[in-house]
C-alpha cells in the first residue's frame, strides 16, 4: 500500500512540475535571469509549495518524535552551523542549477516530456553523487 501510494504521489508531483513549467529549463532559466527577460510565475509556484508544505513541517519541527502517515520515525537533522561541506555543496547544486536550468526531480520529468538531452544531466548527477559518496567514505 505504501509503495502505491507513493507511486500516485510522485505521478502527482511530476505532473505538477510539468504543468507549472518547472520541468522547461527555459522556463527555469528566465526566473532565474533577474536582470533580464525576467519570468516571476515559478516564484508563485515556490510560494504554493511553501505554503502546502508549512503546516507538516511545523508539525515534524515541533513534535518530540515526529512520525510520517505510516507510523515511521522522521529523522531531522541536528546539526544547526553551517559549515563548508554545506556551503561548497549548495553552491555545486545552484551553479548546477543555473547553468543548466535543471533540477534533480524535474530532470526526470523532462525524459518524459521527451527531452532525451537530460540524460547529461542526470549523468553528471549521479557522477556527482558517486563522487560524493567516495569522498565522504575517505574523509
Not at 2 to 29: D, R
Request: proline share 6%; charged share 10%.
Amino acid at each position: 500500500m505504501k509503495s502505491l501510494l507513493a507511486f500516485i504521489l510522485g505521478g502527482v508531483f511530476a505532473l505538477g512540475l510539468m504543468i507549472s513549467g518547472m520541468s522547461n529549463p527555459k522556463k527555469v532559466l528566465d526566473f532565474l535571469d533577474i536582470l533580464g527577460q525576467w519570468d516571476a510565475s515559478l516564484a508563485f509556484v515556490m510560494m504554493g509549495a511553501i505554503a502546502v508544505a508549512f503546516v507538516p513541517f511545523q508539525y515534524a519541527v515541533r513534535a518530540t518524535a515526529p512520525k510520517t502517515l505510516f507510523n515511521e520515525p522522521i529523522v531531522l537533522p541536528t546539526q544547526q552551523m553551517l559549515d563548508p561541506r554545506l556551503i561548497i555543496g549548495s553552491l555545486m547544486f545552484g551553479v548546477g542549477w543555473g547553468i543548466a536550468g535543471i533540477c534533480p526531480a524535474p530532470s526526470l520529468t523532462l525524459i518524459g516530456l521527451g527531452h532525451y538531452e537530460a540524460f547529461y544531466f542526470i549523468g553528471a548527477m549521479l557522477l556527482g553523487m558517486l563522487l560524493h559518496a567516495k569522498l565522504s567514505r575517505e574523509a
